[in-house]
């Protein structure tokens, strides 16, 4: 089974600020079958990057992904009022399919 | 625009069965290529279940065991999950999702998009 590490487990950030979240597998996610959601308080996650880079229909373009192998990023350019949630990610290279612990971004 | 939407009982007792249903609107179940449910315990993450494929295929968690039971209703347009022998820990917001991806020599490779809302399910006598 593929483990997943997201750092850091918090993020302060300022609204119009860069934020960086990092995604670690603890083996290569076979081809960069990585997925990036976005969950709010009392609310189901909603997809926002899939294959590690392809943004989902509808999702703004300050979001970006980047990564391969065992090392993958999620980048909010300018943080919006609305991106203050949860991030995680998912590998499904290889079953089972599992996801990261989350990293909280909040307001600083 | 397809939703979904979970039903079935928030509270079950311990080792008796859990059992969901996956309502499915906007979308023609059969047109798709997966489904899949995936779980949350209370402030906990994310946790894949099990998906079903529109052959009919399943596969789940090996940390579920053999307690997973996913199938297809295409006369209503559902899908829906069942879990015996549940325990405490067993007790999450439970979701459903359209999983979409890639299947390739039997094996599939998926996301999950759009989910439902969720339904807490509480195992307690």
């Known amino acids: 089974e593929i483990v997943l590490t997201q750092s850091p487990g918090t993020l302060s950030v300022s609204p119009g600020e860069r934020a960086t979240l990092s995604c670690r597998a603890s083996q290569s996610v076979s081809s960069s079958y990585l997925a990036w959601y976005q969950q709010k308080p009392g609310q189901a996650p909603r997809l926002l990057i899939y294959d590690a880079s392809s943004r989902a229909t509808g999702i703004p373009d300050r979001f970006s992904g980047s990564g391969s192998g065992t090392d993958f990023t999620l980048t909010i350019s300018r943080l919006e009022p609305e991106d203050f949630a949860v991030y995680y990610c998912q590998q499904y290279g290889s079953s089972p399919f599992t996801f990261g612990p989350g990293t909280k971004v909040d307001i600083k | 625009q397809v939703q979904l939407q979970e039903s079935g009982p928030g509270l079950v007792k311990p080792s008796e069965t859990l059992s969901l249903i996956c309502s499915v609107s906007g979308f023609s179940i059969p047109s798709a290529d997966y489904w899949g449910w995936v779980r949350q315990p209370p402030g906990k993450g994310l946790e894949w279940i099990g998906s079903i494929y529109r052959g009919g295929g399943t596969y789940s968690n090996p940390s579920l065991k053999s307690r997973v039971t996913i199938s297809l209703d295409t006369s209503k347009n559902q899908f829906s999950l069942s879990l015996n022998s549940v325990t405490a820990a067993d007790t999450a917001v439970y979701y459903c999702?359209?999983?979409?991806?890639?299947?390739?020599?039997?094996?599939?490779?998926?996301?999950?998009?759009?989910w439902g809302q969720g339904t807490l399910v509480t195992v307690s006598s």
């Open positions: 999702a359209r999983a979409r991806g890639y299947c390739t020599d039997g094996t599939c490779s998926t996301w999950f998009d759009p």
